[in-house]
């Protein structure tokens, strides 16, 4: 059964189909005319409107939903109750505002694989490659092999992990921060790529202060850029680290 991924680079790819068809072949190679290289150049945008189209619209949507779905567990699983009403409203806000630049930052893939899309095109054509292998090329790039993700996949995979996972750690910091959490273990387990970073907090406790100073560091394999005394919190060990800050229990909570 198809990914909700694979279905989009399906349909995508289909799509691709149709519009490669309103480019003249001779011979089966693509024409290097005039008229082709016309198409070529408002090729962009129509690309892009058939990526919107393939679903990577309703795929925002679905982070959008799987976002609300770990806040709420989040609230249930804490005693949110005792958060004061204006306490809330500026986590509310100051989540809106994240969720909006991150909702913004997926938007972008589809201009991503748009480029990705038609930069593998002009080159084929500008070799006046076969109507043959334009098809292929563009079918191992949309929709991928068995050894190698689709366009969709590789870059929603990379982007999505990061991402979701940077909302929802900072929705949380923003609650323990109001229920006057300030020491976290770090979890979330390793495995066989786990980086020295990660490996090294595993499973050990840490206050608010020491988590921030890690910023400080030198660079490390894999921080993402703009980490520092506040982003720490949620990008933890960096580039799709799958890590949490588990909150510990004291007197006040």
Known sequence: ??????????DLFEAILVLLSTFSYTDGDIDQSEENFAKLATLRS???????NAGLSELTAYFIQRVEFMKGFIDSTLNTRSISKTTR????????????????????????ITSEILNTF???????????LIEDALE?????????LGV????????????????????????????????????GGLIADSRPFCIE?????????QIEAWADLPDWRGRMPGTNAQTIFYYLGGYRCRHWLVP?????N
Do not use: C, H, P, W
Not at 122 to 132: E, H, I, L, P, Y
Not at 201 to 209: A, K, L, P
Not at 248 to 252: A, P, R, S, V, Y
């Open 46 to 52: 129509k690309i892009k409107e058939l990526a919107d």
């Open 201 to 209: 907090r595993n499973g050990n406790n840490y206050t608010t202060e």
């Open 122 to 132: 002009t080159f084929m054509m500008v070799a006046g490659a076969s109507r043959t």
């Open 248 to 252: 510990i229990k004291n007197e006040t």
């Open 152 to 187: 969709v996949s590789s870059l929603l995979n990379t982007k999505v992990d990061i991402m979701f996972s940077s909302v929802v750690r900072s929705y949380a910091m923003m609650i323990y921060t109001a229920l006057g959490y300030d020491n976290f273990r770090y979890e």
């Open 89 to 112: 409203e500026e986590i509310n806000e100051g989540q809106t505002s994240i969720e909006e630049t991150i909702v913004e930052s997926l938007g972008e893939v589809s201009s991503e």
């Open 140 to 148: 191992e790039l949309i929709v991928g092999t068995q050894s190698k």
């Open 1 to 10: 059964m198809a990914t909700k991924n694979q279905q989009t680079e399906n």
